[in-house]
């Protein structure tokens, strides 16, 4: 399939550790878009083929944002035999991660079996909730990236890879502070591109799920016990306006996946949590197009990287 991104994409449960049960992969569609079936509802972004490339994009915009790290963490080939991606998505990173560990078995868990059937002997993925019991061996590293406003429990989510983790293993988490923010004031409440993305953070608080676990997570990691505990705050540009030209990229890629999800994700939410009209959704998101097409402004969004190590056994 040749996608809205320019890639061609074959997607399928071969991957899988075990049988899928029908129900998993009994989608339900809201608004022309495909949703998770198993936990409906504990997430409210859509899993349909246009969204599995949108996370692909991302994927490789943030890869190039941080010239090519697949993580951060200082992590020894020779001590790396089990690594886990929560939440996985299209299972992209964890297949890049074992062929840079060939000798390390890579499992990805995600809500909906939607990964890629092509992927080295090493990975294997699941059909788990992350925020669901943990069970099964420790890892040596655990990997967590794009789940603001997925996850209803933070603390207890780090918590768990910190209990799952081996001693002297790292976590690292890549996540966001969804409020959009300009340093030169050019981004102002009376935008409608404003509007929308404190709408969108509103209706994730309503629904549970912080639209903005980045800054928080330092804390989150020295509490469950973490030590070596780094964080580095990266802000991504939105829309072509940064003069720089590796940023100016940075900021178009950006700018392309914000208006394929605009949609996706906004109008499920504006309907279902505030109660709006189809229409009065629609009309918002088309000013929004607009505004950040014209670059009517200069906004930027945080990304958050933080890792920590648990600390050996005594």
Known sequence: MKGLYGCSFRRSISAYTGSVASSVVDYPTENGRRYHAFRHGTYYGPN????????????NLLIKLTKGKLHHAPLKQEKVHR??????????????????F??????????????????????????????????????????????????????????????NTNSGGWVEFQDWDLLYRSDDGSLTEDHYSMKMDRLFMECSRKLGRDPAPGPQLPQWMHDAGFINIHHKKIRVPLGTWPRDPHLKEIGHMNMIQALDGLEAYNLRLYTGVLGWTKEEALALFANVRKEMRSNAFHAMIDYHVVYGQVPEAK
């Open 48 to 59: 349909d083929e246009q969204e599995l490339e949108r996370l692909d994009f991302m994927s």
């Open 83 to 100: 690594i886990l991606d929560v939440g996985t998505g299209t299972g992209i990173w964890a297949v890049e991660i074992a062929d840079m």
């Open 102 to 163: 060939p000798d390390a078995e890579v499992i990805g868990n995600d809500l909906s079996p939607v990964q890629t059937t092509w992927v080295p002997p090493n990975v294997k993925f699941e059909v788990d909730d992350v925020e669901s019991p943990w069970v099964g061996q420790k890892y040596d590293f655990i990997f967590s990236r794009f789940m603001a406003g997925a996850i209803a429990d933070w603390p207890k989510l780090v918590k768990n890879t910190f209990e």
